[in-house]
């Protein structure tokens, strides 16, 4: 069964706006980040697609790189929540409202 | 054996020209040698011996199988140094780590202006009926670095906000207790991923550099670890630094959809001919301005840059203000007025309209403001709206003032946060704008000092900051963008009365009669003369600039 390339760029795009969303109107810190997971993930999906319409490997490489990215950015990312975590004992963004004018 | 030789025969082995990026590869090695020489702990001579050794084997084998004797004999030369400056530093961790970070940077000034003069002159430029000689261009890696002037401007823009903030930094960490061994390593890296995104000529080497540097200076933003205002500044930064990178990279992905290549100018040509679905490349703009403007702090995307300006240790706050600011733009720049200046009409108008709201609004929250690093970081939201009138002129003149602005900014703004980590070094804590009431009568030298940074970054005649506002205004009007101007003129009047208030503050006002029992205000050598070197730069850039505008005249030139 052949699926036309857009499809995956609808389902691709609908993951980003899930993550998108999530960002923005959940309040867990942990739910906020796996929401930008979700983003780079679903770009990847858009990388693959893509690379395969155009017919190069261009996208599957990028694909990569934004993987190994995000690995590193989820080790920073978990080390600061700890932290946080450790000092306020919430992981409720709400709470962590200390700056302020 | 054989097969191996043949099939080394048979894949076409790529030239890599290891010196266009050259001042990276500085910074970097420069970072793990710090890196592992903290890691190593007591036994750091013996780990600084061997590794001398293993770079001095590999200097001379460069020099006999590439024949490139000046190169190996630099490498050798600094492990050498490292190697003499461990034995004279061996108890002196910390001392040891800002010395080799210094070396670093200044071995990476030494590099790029190498390139420089290898390619300053080796093209022309022609704006009106007058010609003069600009900086050459040339890509290199397979297309992914560019060598050109915005390039390496941005390069000696960061390294030399890097060599600043290692002398206003020392103290400060020393008295707060979070000098610990991964902030020159971290120092280092971010500024590597700052000159890598100023010279990169691919979309995905633009996402990866952002990467580089903003990793580093989250956990940089977070480096005192037991205060809860750096974590929550560390957080926010992370969160919305992370989401802006997504934004930016979906942009990256659609390009690569409409254009079947990031390479930035390939992608820009592809835009301009393609009739490409419209919708599509307006969408792939869209989410590049919005992943710039998070980088670069413009309203409305600014929401990070007073929390995590207030929240992070003193010294990073300068650094981060300096040296990211020069690096995203250079990289905005490369992408818009670089390669998508001929869909001016596209986006123009938009930046148009997000300059005027980050100018007015960064200047007027700024104003209502207690804390002295949060206005600053107001501050800084408009002096990145004063930025983007030099983009928003799509010319030469546009990209010269800008890269002007951004270098006379890092050195301003460092200067103001080194006095400010001066000074909180006597209170520990925040500086409110009551704490500052009566300090220009006490210590007449650091105050002055801070108000002469605060009038450059004002932008009083006789400062540097004049020059760059200057510049840019004048490009804005011969591009034929005056309502814009007339905003940023607005913007800097109401700017203006902050920056006064402070001064004001400082000098007429009475001491608290608290005070007195405050800790003496003690400076350290290193940060006196990090801060003389700034107040003098923004003086005499002020008085002759001649020079400086110069150079940046000669770096408006893109490569691709």
Not at chain 2, 189 to 198: H, K, Q, R, V, W
Not at chain 2, 381 to 395: C, D, E, I, M, S
């Amino acid at each position: 069964m052949d699926v036309p390339a857009g499809y995956y760029l609808i389902l691709a795009a609908a993951l980003f706006t899930v993550g998108l969303v999530g960002v923005l109107i959940r309040r867990s810190i942990i739910v906020m980040f796996m929401c930008v997971e979700l983003m780079l993930n679903s770009v990847n999906l858009t990388f693959v697609t893509f690379g395969r319409v155009h017919g190069n490997l261009d996208g599957q490489v990028l694909s990569f790189f934004v993987m190994a990215v995000a690995a590193a950015e989820v080790t920073v990312g978990l080390a600061l929540i700890v932290n946080l975590f450790r000092l306020k004992a919430s992981t409720d963004a709400d709470d962590v409202d200390g700056l302020r004018s | 054996m054989t097969i191996l030789a043949q099939a080394v025969q048979q894949i076409d082995v790529p030239q890599i020209a290891w010196g266009a990026i050259s001042p990276e590869l500085v910074l970097f090695g420069f970072g793990i040698v710090v890196l592992l020489l903290e890691t190593a702990g007591r036994s750091r001579v013996g780990v600084s011996a061997f590794l001398t050794v293993v770079v001095l084997a590999a200097a001379a084998l460069l020099g006999w199988r590439t024949g490139e004797t000046l190169t190996a004999l630099m490498v050798a030369l600094a492990a050498l140094a490292t190697m003499a400056l461990t034995l004279i530093w061996r108890d002196r961790p910390r001392m040891l780590s800002a010395i080799l970070t210094a070396l670093g940077f200044v071995g990476a000034l030494a590099a790029t202006g190498w390139q420089w003069a290898e390619y300053a002159g080796a093209a022309t430029a022609t704006v009106g009926s007058e010609s003069f000689p600009i900086v050459g261009t040339a890509t290199a890696i397979g297309d992914m670095v560019a060598v050109d002037g915005v390039a390496l401007f941005t390069r000696f823009t960061v390294c030399i906000a890097g060599l600043l903030t290692i002398p206003l930094g020392y103290a400060y960490a020393e008295s707060r207790r979070i000098h610990r061994g991964e902030y020159y390593p971290l120092l280092l890296f971010s500024a590597t991923g700052m000159t890598l995104l100023a010279s990169s000529a691919d979309l995905i080497m633009v996402f990866i550099s952002i990467e580089i540097l903003s990793l580093s200076l989250y956990i940089l933003t977070a480096f005192a670890r037991r205060d809860l205002n750096s974590q929550e500044a560390a957080f926010k930064y992370f969160l919305l630094g992370a989401f802006s990178s997504a934004l930016l990279l979906y942009g990256i992905a659609v390009t690569y959809g409409i254009a079947g290549t990031t390479n930035i100018a390939a992608a820009g040509a592809a835009f301009a001919t393609l009739d490409a679905p419209q919708a599509m490349t307006l969408t792939a703009m869209g989410l590049l301005v919005v992943g710039f403007g998070f980088k670069t702090a413009i309203v409305p995307f600014h929401m990070w840059t007073p929390d995590v300006y207030q929240g992070a240790p003193t010294p990073v706050t300068g650094f981060m203000a300096a040296a990211t600011k020069a690096a995203a733009f250079a990289a905005f720049a490369r992408l818009f007025v670089g390669s998508f200046a001929n869909l001016q009409w596209t986006w123009v108008p938009a930046i148009w309209v997000l300059a005027v709201a980050t100018m007015l609004l960064g200047a007027i929250l700024a104003v209502v403001q207690q804390d002295v690093k949060r206005m600053l970081g107001y501050s800084a939201v408009a002096h990145a709206g004063y930025v983007l009138l030099g983009l928003t002129a799509v010319t030469r003149d546009g990209v010269s003032s800008l890269l002007l602005y951004l270098l006379i900014y890092a050195v301003t703004s460092l200067g103001a946060f080194g006095v400010l980590s001066l000074l909180e070094r006597r209170t520990r804590k925040a500086m409110a704008l009551d704490d500052l009431r009566g300090v220009g009568r006490r210590y007449p030298v650091p105050a002055g000092m801070f108000a002469l940074f605060l009038l450059s970054l004002a932008g009083i005649p006789g400062t540097a900051g004049f020059i760059a506002k200057f510049a840019v205004f004048r490009s804005a009007v011969e591009a034929g963008q005056i309502l814009l101007v007339a905003a940023a003129v607005l913007s800097s009047l109401i700017a203006f009365f902050f920056y006064i208030r402070v001064i004001v503050v400082m000098f007429m006002d009475e001491e608290p009669a608290e005070a007195e029992f405050a800790a003496p205000l003690i400076s350290t050598t290193g940060m006196s003369a990090g801060l003389a070197v700034a107040a003098a730069v923004v003086v005499v850039v002020g008085l002759v600039p001649g020079l400086l505008l110069d150079l940046a005249r000669q770096a408006a030139s893109f490569a691709g």
